[in-house]
């Protein structure tokens, strides 16, 4: 076997792999005398097949699979002790590449071209300053909490006079030109109607001040206009049934729903944290307690996306293997084309730098992640779930079962090892860098994330 690489410039690769009959042919004839053993042919008794026969049926086959074998082991193995730093997969040298054919003995000549990373120095040290936006818990945001957990703690009770968000229960009859109930027309029972939702503002204003057991007349239509079907889900029919119609309704109330918050009390302290939060002061300094590290992933992320500006402004630019990388990119992506990869290649190109970038910072940093940095990563977003929907205080082992579950699924776990990188990175490099910490409000962060 021989392996020659050669470089046209710094980040283009020529590797060439001749793989002769002496590399493969243990391999092949052991394979062919096992195929030998089981095969059953008319004729001969088992194991007695006449080699010839195993060789002409099988052999070409069998030698494809090793050399094909051979091949990518030994060109990573180069790869690897020769330190070259691949980007991507090789691909066969569209020129110097020729057919092969597997029916002789060989030799068997393979060319490749590998795109090879540019060569830089990534570094960080105190010399480098970099904001950190320290996200603060003020009474607004405490206050936004306090109201999210008693929305979600609430209930409907019944109401005599519709307001704000309120939804209204009643008969629905189709009507005809003069305002009668059209005969044979859609009439429904028990239908539902949001007003607060109501596109048509002409329409939304005749429930203003609607009470039980009034008849509001009002067409659906112009109610929800360019939206059949929200007509069609108020009505209870069928989509094409509301695509010509133009008639009015009338809307008899037979109840009005309208949405309590639960009291902000002890008993939604105890649902919320548990029985040992027992006044207002406590279930506030709870609330803040909890949000500020949830706010602090928050800092942490804008931390990283500003290192990433600053490092690749230090870098500067960097040569890649550009027509090579758009090979690679539409052999990934055959299905999408050409097209695809000249509007998302400046893309890619802008990732792959960063991910070289942090590459490089990964490994002068020690950044390593064990299966115990997976496992806590994974519980910390089974919380942040819960969370969303108000649920804090969940018993460990169910948040222990919901992580167990999460790391049986490989997608998720190449998910959390990149989390647990960017986590481990943002938390050593702002021990690196000198910070610049600016307090701001939550308000004021979502605001700058927004014209970023």
Same mark, same amino acid.
């Given at each position: 076997?021989?392996?020659?690489?050669?470089?046209?410039?710094?980040?283009?690769?020529?590797?060439? +792999?001749?793989?002769?009959?002496?590399?493969?042919?243990?391999?092949?004839?052991?394979?062919?005398?096992?195929?030998?053993?089981?095969?059953?042919?008319?004729?001969?008794?088992?194991?007695?097949?006449?080699?010839?026969?195993?060789?002409?049926?099988?052999?070409?086959?069998?030698?494809?699979?090793?050399?094909?074998?051979?091949?990518? /082991?030994?060109?990573?193995?180069?790869?690897?002790?020769?330190? +070259?730093?691949?980007?991507?997969?090789?691909?066969?040298?569209?020129?110097?590449?020729?057919?092969?054919?597997?029916?002789?003995?060989?030799?068997?000549?393979?060319?490749?071209?590998?795109?090879?990373?540019?060569?830089?120095?990534?570094?960080?040290?105190?010399?480098?300053?970099?904001?950190?936006?320290?996200?603060?818990?003020?009474?607004?945001? +405490?206050?936004?909490?306090?109201?999210?957990?008693?929305?979600?703690?609430? &209930?409907? %009770?019944?109401?005599?006079?519709? =307001?704000?968000?309120?939804?209204?229960?009643?008969?629905?009859?189709?009507?005809?030109?003069?305002?009668?109930?059209?005969?044979?027309?859609?009439?429904? &029972?028990?239908?539902?109607?949001?007003?607060?939702?109501?596109?048509?503002?002409?329409?939304?204003?005749?429930?203003?001040?609607? *009470?039980?057991?009034?008849?509001?007349?009002?067409?659906?239509?112009?109610?929800?206009? @360019?939206? $059949?079907?929200?007509?069609?889900?108020?009505?209870? %029919?069928?989509?094409?049934?509301?695509?010509?119609?133009?008639?009015?309704?009338?809307?008899?109330?037979?109840?009005?729903?309208?949405?309590?918050?639960?009291?902000? @009390?002890?008993?939604?302290?105890?649902?919320?944290?548990?029985?040992?939060? #027992?006044?207002?002061?406590?279930?506030?300094?709870?609330?803040?307690?909890?949000?500020?590290?949830?706010?602090?992933?928050? =800092? @942490?992320?804008?931390?990283?996306?500003?290192?990433?500006?600053?490092?690749?402004? #230090?870098?500067?630019?960097?040569?890649?293997?550009?027509?090579?990388?758009?090979?690679?990119?539409?052999?990934?992506? *055959?299905?999408?084309?050409? @097209?695809?990869?000249?509007?998302?290649?400046?893309?890619?190109?802008? &990732?792959? #730098?960063?991910?070289?970038?942090?590459?490089?910072?990964?490994?002068?940093?020690?950044?390593?992640?064990?299966?115990?940095?997976?496992?806590?990563?994974?519980? =910390?977003?089974?919380?942040?779930?819960?969370?969303?929907?108000?649920?804090?205080?969940?018993?460990?082992?169910?948040? /222990?079962?919901?992580?167990? &579950?999460?790391?049986?699924?490989?997608?998720?776990?190449?998910?959390?090892?990149?989390?647990?990188? $960017?986590?481990?990175?943002?938390?050593?490099?702002?021990?690196?860098?000198?910070?610049?910490?600016?307090?701001?409000?939550?308000?004021?962060?979502?605001?700058?994330?927004?014209?970023?």
């Amino acid at each position: 076997m021989n392996i020659k690489f050669e470089s046209a410039d710094k980040v283009n690769g020529l590797m060439t +792999i001749t793989i002769e009959k002496a590399d493969y042919e243990e391999a092949v004839n052991k394979q062919l005398k096992n195929y030998r053993k089981r095969a059953q042919v008319p004729g001969f008794r088992p194991g007695m097949v006449p080699m010839g026969l195993i060789q002409k049926q099988y052999g070409t086959a069998v030698k494809v699979d090793e050399v094909n074998r051979i091949l990518g /082991e030994k060109l990573y193995e180069y790869v690897r002790e020769n330190k +070259i730093q691949m980007l991507g997969e090789p691909l066969p040298n569209e020129e110097k590449q020729q057919p092969q054919d597997f029916t002789q003995d060989g030799p068997f000549t393979f060319v490749f071209d590998i795109a090879v990373a540019p060569e830089f120095k990534a570094e960080l040290s105190a010399k480098d300053k970099i904001d950190y936006f320290d996200i603060k818990v003020d009474n607004k945001l +405490i206050d936004e909490q306090v109201q999210m957990y008693a929305s979600q703690a609430g &209930e409907f %009770v019944e109401a005599k006079e519709w =307001s704000g968000n309120d939804t209204l229960k009643g008969d629905l009859r189709q009507l005809d030109a003069k305002g009668n109930t059209l005969e044979g027309g859609i009439e429904t &029972e028990g239908g539902m109607i949001m007003p607060s939702y109501i596109k048509g503002e002409d329409e939304k204003k005749k429930f203003d001040g609607a *009470k039980v057991g009034d008849i509001i007349t009002f067409n659906p239509k112009k109610a929800y206009p @360019d939206n $059949d079907a929200e007509v069609a889900a108020m009505l209870k %029919v069928d989509k094409e049934q509301v695509k010509d119609m133009e008639s009015d309704f009338s809307f008899q109330i037979t109840e009005i729903r309208h949405f309590q918050p639960a009291a902000v @009390d002890e008993k939604l302290f105890e649902k919320v944290f548990g029985e040992d939060v #027992k006044t207002e002061a406590d279930f506030r300094q709870r609330i803040s307690d909890l949000v500020k590290p949830q706010l602090q992933v928050n =800092s @942490d992320f804008k931390f990283l996306q500003d290192l990433r500006k600053h490092m690749e402004k #230090k870098v500067g630019e960097l040569q890649f293997p550009e027509e090579l990388l758009k090979r690679v990119m539409l052999n990934n992506n *055959k299905d999408k084309g050409a @097209d695809f990869v000249e509007k998302n290649f400046k893309a890619s190109i802008d &990732e792959l #730098k960063w991910h070289l970038i942090k590459e490089q910072l990964v490994v002068a940093n020690n950044i390593k992640v064990e299966d115990n940095d997976l496992k806590e990563m994974a519980k =910390s977003a089974v919380r942040q779930q819960f969370a969303q929907y108000g649920m804090s205080n969940i018993p460990e082992d169910i948040v /222990e079962n919901y992580a167990n &579950e999460q790391l049986k699924k490989r997608e998720n776990v190449d998910q959390l090892v990149d989390r647990a990188i $960017d986590a481990k990175l943002t938390e050593t490099l702002k021990g690196v860098v000198k910070l610049n910490t600016k307090e701001v409000s939550f308000e004021e962060f979502n605001k700058m994330m927004q014209e970023a």
